[in-house]
């Protein structure tokens, strides 16, 4: 029985449609294959994810993607984004035409939850069974009709999102649903199974009163009201001060009343919902018994396993880890030759002057550190992507979480640390997998200090210059020894920092570790491509433009002001007299302690724009020609340099402070940019920045001080 | 359905509450019953909505190779919750009770 009433308002803005679900339940793979190959995904920065929205395929119904919760009653930030949209819903004004829950069919009493909270708003809702084509492989029956009938949902739909059943009959369904249907009150879908709707009977009389305003049962909002006290907030606009304050007051009495009964009132949603479910859905669903061993339970006899488990997992990530570097080398060679070329060719065409310049030096070559690192980028997401679809970084977290728990992280944690060591920013971006707020944010904060690949030129070319090619006890090369240790001092502060954040900004939620082990799943091409795509697009166009912003202002740093006769002077000249060498000169003050001279001071300026900038700055502060010997040169003019006084610029104690300013130091615009990005504010990456050039300034002192008080030179 | 087939009848309340015991506790695929979830948070809350609620059946699968947290499976699907969380539900033995 679907009544239908028109209000007959022409409405201007196209129609839209809301789509939720569990987590994992197939939704965005649904979402994408409504909107078909070529939809606009508009990103709309939220503070933890994104909400995504599109034009369903050849219809003007737009289409809203939304968080996976497990329900209305919000846990997290994300979960929050979809509680709020619904309960805005309360305004006829801003309801949907519809709402398509998504309910994975493997697994739908657990998605049914979910479900009733939703068909309890009464706006027309369809129930999509994702994977039907798994389901019907295990042999799970599901009787559409009757839970339709039984639930009252507008339409159910067995489809699968992967192979692209059932799509047609929802956009069917969706476009004959009439704009601002109200469908009548439906008796909320719960059956009370402790004995509590007397106790309740006064605050369900009080709210009865707003029925027509709140739009929402009476008995729900009382069982929220009972196990959420911040729900009050969502009914506030809708009661005078007095009335809340009479709302609050019998709110406590029959909490009261439900105590002395010994009724848990903070639950009783939940188990009258499944109550429903048990008794008044049971047989629609074939239920699964807790004793049959599914597939995954048997690949996890291996996968999991207390020996193998751990085994399985280095194998996974060091193939990863190898594949960054190696596969990634061949096209990072030719993005840089490209960009050398483009250069060389703007060089050629424009005359000389100031545009010439910037576009040569400014925009070509901050566009190159962008480009440069997005081979990189785009296998890290393409295995993340590949770990997280397959069901193996589930995995993962399960086998990690108690180590990373000692540091007040979670097991999600591990991936995007790990992932650090190649690159900052993929990194970053990919701890979005971790739901909570607090794990997350501190796991971005220390992504930093895992010394990423940029930082291996430096690393290298200090470590051929002043450490000897000599053997450790006979066998152990001194130059390979020192590397490591470099990349263990990273990880340990890391290990350092999270504790220190353990303890001024303690984990406030209980919920940090309740995780579904998914069943494992043939990872689908496409839905990898769009995955890349998404992120890799975001990438470019967000941190991109930052990127490009700061590299213009670092190239009129390192160029003005001009000499007028600047045409005679050498490049290094040039680079002292700007205002970037005046900076350098500005700052030896303050690095000087460190064992640094102005020239790395400019140098350690100039690599804010990616690490690696260092060397070619030094090179260019040495009078060095870009040949193919510039690392040999670079070496000996590095070893000869001398302060006037006759001692050495660079000895053991200032090269080993300067690669631990390198660990420390977040000299890294686009981690800083991605890092605003991800966390939507300047808080963070200025905290990232604070924390890092603190611990790097005083490191780096203690290690060239302290080395010359033990008597180093 | 086959829960407590003789050897539970005619147990006094007594005894009964002496059959509850931790998640926690529990060995790898041993299965057990939901009878309560002792405290009032947003994980228990969670564990709820997830349908852990009293009567539940469930098994355990393992625990993970440090030791935590533990897999279970329930209505349908798998779960790992941190030991911690698993000591606060209280469970009792299906089937095959031994002594």
């Known amino acids: 029985m679907k009544t239908e009433q028109h209000t007959g308002k022409i409405k201007k803005a196209p129609p839209w449609v809301a789509i939720v679900g569990n987590p994992n339940c197939g939704k965005t793979a649904l979402f994408n294959r409504l909107t078909g190959l070529h939809h606009k995904v508009g990103n709309y920065p939220g503070i933890t994810v994104e909400k995504k929205s599109g034009r369903i395929r050849n219809s003007r119904i737009i289409l809203r993607d939304l968080p996976g919760t497990y329900s209305l009653n919000s846990k997290s930030v994300d979960e929050k984004i979809v509680s709020d949209m619904v309960q805005s819903w309360r305004d006829p004004n801003s309801r949907p035409r519809a709402v398509i829950v998504v309910a994975d069919a493997t697994n739908l009493i657990r998605n049914t939850y979910l479900a009733l909270q939703i068909l309890d708003w009464n706006v027309p809702t369809i129930i999509v069974l994702n994977m039907i084509d798994e389901a019907r492989k295990k042999n799970i029956s599901i009787d559409a009709n009757e839970l339709q009938r039984r639930t009252n949902a507008w339409a159910v739909i067995p489809a699968s999102a992967k192979y692209g059943q059932g799509i047609k009959e929802i956009i069917e369904t969706l476009e004959r649903i009439p704009d601002n249907v109200l469908l009548p009150n439906h008796p909320p879908r719960l059956v009370e199974i402790e004995n509590y709707s007397e106790d309740i009977a006064p605050l369900e009389q009080f709210l009865e009163v707003k029925k027509d305003s709140l739009n929402h049962h009476p008995r729900i909002e009382a069982l929220r009201l009972l196990s959420d006290s911040g729900y009050i907030n969502y009914l506030s606009k809708f009661f005078s001060a007095s009335e809340l304050q009479a709302l609050l007051d019998i709110t406590k009495q029959v909490k009261s009343a439900l105590t002395v009964k010994n009724i848990p009132y903070h639950n009783l949603e939940q188990s009258s919902r499944f109550a429903y479910i048990d008794l008044y859905l049971g047989d629609v669903f074939k239920k699964d018994s807790v004793s049959r061993r599914s597939m995954s339970e048997r690949a996890d006899a291996i996968l999991t396993h207390p020996v193998f488990g751990p085994l399985a997992l280095l194998l996974v990530l060091g193939f990863i880890f190898n594949a960054i570097f190696s596969w990634a080398q061949l096209p990072m060679e030719l993005i840089q030759s490209g960009i050398d070329w483009t250069s060389a060719q703007a060089g050629a065409v424009l005359p000389d002057g100031v545009f010439k310049s910037l576009m040569t030096q400014g925009i070509i070559g901050g566009a190159g550190t962008i480009l440069i690192f997005f081979p990189q980028i785009i296998i890290l997401i393409f295995f993340l992507s590949l770990l997280e679809d397959s069901g193996y970084m589930a995995r993962m977290a399960f086998m990690m979480d108690k180590l990373m728990a000692k540091i007040g992280l979670n097991g999600r944690s591990v991936l995007p640390l790990l992932s650090g060591f190649a690159c900052a920013i993929p990194a970053v971006m990919s701890a979005r997998t971790i739901e909570n707020r607090r794990d997350r944010f501190v796991t971005i904060m220390l992504i930093p200090l895992m010394s990423c690949s940029a930082r291996l030129p430096v690393y290298t070319i200090l470590i051929a210059a002043f450490v000897p090619a000599e053997y450790i006890l006979g066998f152990i090369p001194m130059q390979a020894a020192v590397l490591m240790g470099i990349y263990f001092l990273g990880m340990f502060t890391a290990i350092f920092a999270a504790l220190v954040f353990k303890k001024f900004y303690p984990s406030k939620s209980v919920q940090t570790m309740l995780m579904e082990l998914p069943p494992y799943r043939m990872p689908l091409a496409r839905s990898l491509w769009w995955q890349i795509y998404d992120k890799g697009k975001s990438f470019l166009t967000t941190a991109g433009s930052i990127i490009l912003a700061i590299s213009i202002v670092l190239w009129f740093l390192a160029s003005y002001p001009q000499q007028s006769d600047s045409r005679q002077q050498t490049s290094r000249e040039r680079i002292e007299y700007s205002y970037a060498g005046q900076l350098g000169h500005f700052i030896e003050p303050a690095v000087k302690p460190l064992g640094f001279d102005w020239k790395i001071g400019v140098g350690l300026i100039t690599s804010f724009a990616a690490r690696e900038v260092m060397v070619s700055t030094l090179s260019t502060l040495y009078n060095l020609e870009n040949d193919s010997g510039q690392s040999q040169s670079l070496i000996e003019a590095m070893r000869k340099d001398r302060y006037p006084d006759g001692r050495p610029v660079f000895t053991v104690l200032s090269v080993l402070s300067l690669m631990v300013f390198f660990v420390f130091a977040a000299q890294c615009m686009a981690t800083f940019a991605v890092i605003k990005k991800e966390t939507n504010s300047w808080r963070w990456p200025l905290l990232m920045t604070g924390y890092m050039t603190v611990l790097a300034y005083v490191s780096c002192l203690i290690v060239y001080q302290g080395g010359h008080l033990l008597g180093f030179i | ?99």
Request: net charge positive; with cysteine; glycine share 10%.
């Open chain 2, 1 to 99: 359905m086959h829960r407590n087939r003789g050897k539970g009848m005619g147990k006094n309340t007594k005894e009964r509450k002496m059959q509850e015991i931790k998640l926690a506790d529990l060995k790898p695929g041993q299965e057990a019953t939901i009878c309560s979830l002792t405290e009032h948070n947003s994980g228990n809350d969670r564990l709820r909505e997830l349908g852990l609620i009293d009567g539940t059946p469930l098994r355990v699968i393992k625990y993970a190779p440090l030791g935590d947290p533990i897999e279970i499976k329930v209505r349908g699907f798998y779960l790992s919750l941190r030991k911690s969380m698993a000591r606060q539900i209280r469970v009792r033995l299906r089937g095959n009770i031994e002594n």
